[in-house]
């Protein structure tokens, strides 16, 4: 057996990365890794978390307005970007800097470094200019916002990373896109005060999401005054003499200030070296893997938003518990990608998890549909028009709760239980005999008694 410089070199420092190194490495085992940016990846740095965080602050509009109905009068207020940027990045480092510790107190070797494949046990460090040998490399690299390139123009055009870094809170923005990105973005440049208009090329916002679900954040986001353009594309971004961009799309003109690109992300393979190795890559560039997520070179896995399965930092995560039960403490077990609960953190937010009722049709022959729609008892004294949705799923054969799906306030708290319930095999009747939490919005999901409508065949009945 030829011996190693280490016995597992991670390269990628974000959530699936960190969490193979750092728990191999507490299991005793010699463990090195890299990342040439910060440690966090996507997830910390300039997605989730940040996100998360612009979120909160893009709603405080809404309830400073809100609370008058309650009695309250506020005072004057203002708003300061440069403000909310400093504090983000301040928690941002302080994040970075516990995925750091965590490796080290586990004895993880850290490298700043960019690292690269030379062959199939063997990881150039660049920064370093040094190479080192591992007898199982995993690869978790993550992804980046594709750039669009085919778009004249598409280099004055920002992307989620530099819109957590933008130095002035543009006055107005064009955001491409109808996915994740799009619509979380376009509602916090709303929330701020942005003049925001969304473009997206489908016949509704966020596709594959329940129809319902789709078309009640579309409402609720034109309501507040988001414009959203359906059926559209980008032609041409230029830049006017005043600075400000001009748009052409198919279906007309547009000045702003700024243009956001959020058309889905890309694996980042290029100039990793995989071709040293021989690490098979498919035609979008993501590396492919088992579901143990073995490449086809036995010493190299890749696990994350490198492999495009689903682009999720818990499901890195979890790819990543599973290569260590599989590699290292003798329990093969294979990753399941099935009833991933996701939101959405749109205003309002969207929360779901299985199948939509679309999807579901096409798979069962019958289906009862369980509906409610209502208004957020806040939304009685605070005056607001707003509505919440909630839809299950149950597949009529054997009652099973296929799809779960909630827009509306804490969908994603409420998303992140029905998960459980829906992993669990739960069936309708288990819902029936859950005894209600009242007064909440949540209580709705266990008291929708009567099939709002039935799906036969495919046809509504
Ligand atoms: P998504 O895949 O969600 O959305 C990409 C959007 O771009 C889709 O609306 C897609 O349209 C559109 N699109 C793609 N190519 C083109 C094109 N050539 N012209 C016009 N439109 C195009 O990607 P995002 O970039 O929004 O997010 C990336 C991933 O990150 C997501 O898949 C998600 O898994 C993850 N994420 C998760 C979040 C969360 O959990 N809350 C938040 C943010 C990101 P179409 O639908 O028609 O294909």
């Given amino acids: 057996m030829p011996s190693f410089d280490y016995d597992l070199f991670v390269i990628g420092g974000g959530s699936g990365g960190v969490r193979s190194a750092r728990v191999a490495a507490s299991l005793g085992k010699k463990v ?3 990342e040439e940016y910060r440690f966090g990846g996507t997830c910390v740095i300039r997605g989730c978390v940040p996100k998360k965080l612009f979120v909160y602050a893009s709603q405080y509009p809404e309830h400073f307005e809100d609370s008058a109905g309650y009695g309250w009068t ?3 207020k203002s708003f300061d970007w440069k403000k909310l940027i400093a504090a983000k990045d301040k928690e941002i480092t302080r994040l970075e800097g516990l995925y750091r510790k965590g490796l080290e107190t586990a004895g993880a070797d850290i490298f700043e470094s960019r690292a690269e494949l030379v062959d199939a046990h063997t990881v150039l460090l660049k920064g370093l200019d040094r190479t080192v040998t591992a007898e199982r490399i995993v690869i978790a690299v993550g992804g980046a916002p594709n750039p669009h390139a085919a778009l ?4 004055l055009c920002i992307s989620s990373n530099e ?3 933008l130095e002035t809170l543009p006055k107005s923005i064009l955001i491409a896109g109808g996915g994740y990105i799009a619509v979380e973005f376009a509602n916090i440049f709303h929330g701020l005060g942005v003049e925001t ?3 997206y090329r489908g016949q509704e916002i966020l596709s594959r999401f329940d129809q319902d679900m789709r078309r009640g954040l579309h409402e609720a986001m034109t309501a507040k005054g988001i ?4 059926q559209d594309v980008l032609q041409d971004v230029s830049r ?6 001009a748009v052409t799309m198919n279906n007309g003109n547009l000045q702003v200030e700024t243009v956001m690109l959020a058309l889905g992300r890309d694996p980042n393979t290029k100039g990793l070296g995989l071709e040293n190795a021989g690490v098979q890559i498919d035609e979008r560039g993501a590396i492919v893997v088992d579901a143990y997520s073995r490449t086809n070179v036995p010493s190299v ?5 490198v492999t495009d399965r689903v682009q999720l930092t818990p499901v890195a995560i979890h790819e990543a518990m599973c290569f260590i039960e599989t590699e290292y403490r003798g329990n093969p077990t294979p990753v399941d990608h099935d009833l991933i609960a996701t939101a959405v953190f749109s205003q309002p937010e969207i929360g779901t998890v299985g199948l939509s009722e679309e999807a579901a049709a096409k798979k069962y022959g019958e289906l009862e549909i369980y509906r409610a729609q209502f208004r957020p008892m806040k939304a009685t004294l605070s005056g607001r028009q707003e509505r919440t949705i909630m839809k299950l799923i149950v597949n009529a054969a054997d009652r099973k709760v296929v799809g779960a799906h909630i827009l509306g306030h804490e969908a994603g708290e409420m998303a992140q239980l029905l998960g459980i319930t829906l992993k669990a095999g739960c069936t309708k009747d288990d819902f029936d005999r859950t005894m209600a939490v009242h007064p909440t919005a949540a209580e709705e999901l266990v008291t929708m008694y009567v099939p709002s409508y039935r799906i036969r065949n495919g046809e509504r009945v």
């Fill in 227 to 230: 414009r959203i353009l359906l």
């Fill in 32 to 34: 090195g890794i890299a």
């Fill in 163 to 165: 819109a957590f870094h």
């Fill in 74 to 76: 506020v005072g004057e």
């Fill in 301 to 305: 896995f890749a696990l994350g938003d």
């Fill in 197 to 199: 208009t969304l473009i």
């Fill in 240 to 245: 006017n003499e005043d600075g400000s961009l």
């Fill in 152 to 155: 004249p123009g598409y280099e």
